[in-house]
């Protein structure tokens, strides 16, 4: 749409340099993103751009979530990692002229402690992101930082999993620390500790709230409160309020909301409700055979 008030405004806002505070990992990759990760990984995500538009028209709410569940999905091997946030950095800055951007990301559904087989390590994630982010700057002028987010429905073990990726294994580029999925049924008060953990380590905290029906109250105060130790100077944060965008395939998703219970096919086994200590183990499985972190064109 254009403004029939002031000619050439809309050119004047698409050319602005601007900052996006939050915005996710895979939900930022566009068609043409998924389609390339669908080739590589064909069966339950169309390639063809035609078929992958039917794909994304959502049917309802459940559909969405069935949509950006398979689309996670692709994000299999430390190269998918580069080439998403790679890819994403490409559009965000050649498109959106964007100089910053706080990218949200869910290293626990990449790392997959729960299922090893399915997962990277958290070592391979770490430099493939990092990898990204110092190509995106080189590439096109864009400054990539990091927010870990913990997947709220996959509980404690998840909390205390991105928690160890945030402190043990933490990338330059990561800022803060963030928290989502359903409120409802999924306390935010048990994730106190693994916060007050993040903000004593340095980083902002940022737990998403609002993802409730019914008149918006902040479930996450319990998380979000507290002064901030980062080391840098302090400044306000907004706790981000998430929608699904238009589902328009053009359209990027962005705060993706998570199911009310795990994501199959993957339950959380009894074995991840352990201690804390017992969660740094998730994460020291060996590093990938010398997988280098490349683009592919
Ligand atoms: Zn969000």
């Not at 997962?119 to 992101?129: D, H, L, S, V, W």
Request: net charge positive; aromatic share 8%.
């Amino acid at each position: 749409m254009t403004s029939p008030v002031l000619p050439g405004l809309d050119q004047f806002i698409r050319d602005l340099p601007k900052v996006e505070l939050h915005v996710h990992h895979v939900g930022s990759a566009s068609p043409r993103i998924v389609s390339e990760l669908a080739a590589r990984h064909p069966g339950t995500v169309p390639s063809d751009l035609d078929e992958l538009r039917r794909f994304y028209e959502f049917r309802d709410f459940a559909h969405f979530i069935e949509v950006y569940l398979a689309v996670v999905a692709l994000i299999r091997t430390p190269d998918d990692v580069y080439y998403l946030t790679h890819e994403v950095a490409r559009e965000m800055a050649t498109e959106q002229q964007l100089r910053y951007a706080e990218l949200t990301c869910t290293p626990f559904t990449s790392v997959r402690p729960d299922d090893p087989s399915l997962g990277m390590p958290i070592e391979a994630y770490t430099e493939a992101i990092e990898a990204a982010r110092l190509d995106a700057e080189r590439d096109f002028g864009l400054v990539l930082r990091w927010v870990y987010d913990i997947p709220g429905e996959f509980g404690l073990p998840s909390a205390e999993a991105t928690l160890t990726y945030a402190v043990d294994h933490r990338p330059e580029g990561l800022v803060a620390f963030g928290l989502g999925g359903p409120e409802v049924g999924v306390p935010r008060a048990q994730f106190t500790e693994v916060f007050d953990a993040a903000r004593a380590a340095g980083l902002h905290s940022v737990p998403h709230a609002g993802r409730r029906p019914g008149p918006r109250r902040s479930g996450s105060r319990c998380v979000s409160s507290g002064p901030s130790a980062s080391a840098t100077a302090p400044r306000p944060r907004r706790t981000p309020r998430c929608s699904p965008t238009s589902p328009r395939p053009a359209h990027r998703w962005r705060c993706a909301p998570r199911p009310t219970s795990p994501p199959g096919p993957w339950p959380v086994s009894p074995s991840t409700r352990s201690p804390p200590s017992a969660t740094r183990a998730w994460s020291s499985r060996s590093a990938p055979t010398t997988r280098r972190c490349s683009p592919r064109r």
